[in-house]
């Protein structure tokens, strides 16, 4: 058996396949507070320090969404969460919050974007966990089900994802 407590983490890699990495590389920028370390013709890397994550854009055609749920970044307080819900808001982003909701059997405050591409990111920060599944059901059910929201003077669908 290898002994697995010698290896030396050093980030978290996330490869997001996009569908025009020039408006994703503005979102992100936005949305990290940061430029992207490396562009190149359909591809762009973002070397995120806080939380590390090694975060890439690949631009490649696709219909519809993907397996992908939802994104997130866990954070220590509502504090925190509120802390760069402004920071978005100051970068022209548009978050949407869920306070002292209750989600997969846990109550969180957090606040959402979406990127370019439709992928939901989250920073949340749990303030209750392991809620029993009769108290928590009803409400997990619901953090799982699409919401509707009115863009362009239009009804449309925006995922609501459970963690």
Not at 33 to 53: C, H, M, T, W
Not at 135 to 157: L, M, N, Q, R, Y
């Amino acid at each position: 058996m290898t002994d697995t407590s010698t290896i030396n983490t050093l980030k978290a890699h996330l490869a997001l396949n996009v569908s025009n990495v020039e408006g994703s590389i503005e979102f992100y920028k936005k949305m990290l507070g940061i430029e992207p370390s490396k562009v190149r013709i359909g591809y762009a890397k973002f070397d995120v320090q806080n939380p590390p994550l090694n975060l890439t854009l690949n631009e490649n055609p696709f219909r519809g969404s993907g397996a992908l749920s939802h994104l997130g970044i866990q954070v220590a307080s509502t504090e925190d969460v509120l802390a760069m819900k402004s920071r978005w808001e100051e970068q022209g982003l548009v978050p949407r919050d869920e306070m002292q909701t209750t989600c997969c059997y846990a109550v969180q405050d957090k606040t959402w974007v979406s990127d370019p591409d439709g992928n939901e990111w989250e920073v949340f920060v749990v303030l209750q966990d392991n809620l029993p599944e009769g108290i928590a059901k009803s409400a997990d059910a619901s953090c799982c089900t699409p919401t509707f929201v009115g863009i362009g003077g239009k009804e449309t669908e925006v995922k609501t994802a459970c963690c």
